[in-house]
């Protein structure tokens, strides 16, 4: 069993940053990020893949996010540049067998918010 422990949500004014952290305990998975705003549909934000760290990112946040991975401490990064009142949603930690993006993931963290005021 994987769990997934994300961190770093927070209130912050538009044009700033954040970090959001998610730990995995157990085995190493493809991992990445998806987000959900109210009255929409959960949408794919970033992944990485394993054990080839590919990167790849949905079109509404290329060139301002950026996801990492720290194999040592099996913890996935979003750094989150620029941000615009429109990337305010909850964000999701996930992780699976497979390519996150095309398939369902198998783990799901718990959420964490993000609010950006204009």
């Known amino acids: 069993q994987v769990q997934l422990v994300e961190s770093g949500g927070g209130l912050v004014q538009a044009g700033g940053s954040l970090r959001l952290s998610c730990a995995a305990s157990?085995?190493?998975?493809?991992m990445g990020w998806f987000r959900q705003a109210p009255g929409k549909e959960r949408e794919f934000v970033a992944g990485i893949t394993w054990p080839v760290l590919s990167t790849y990112y949905g079109d509404s946040v290329k060139g301002r996010f950026t996801i990492s991975r720290d194999n040592a401490k099996n913890t996935v990064y979003l750094q989150m540049n620029n941000l615009k009142p429109e990337d305010t949603a909850v964000y999701y930690c996930?992780?699976?067998?497979?390519?996150?993006?095309?398939?369902?993931?198998?783990?799901w963290g718990q959420g964490t918010q993000v609010t950006v005021s204009s």
């Open positions: 157990g085995r190493s998975l493809h």
């Open positions: 996930a992780a699976g067998s497979r390519t996150i993006s095309v398939y369902s993931p198998n783990y």
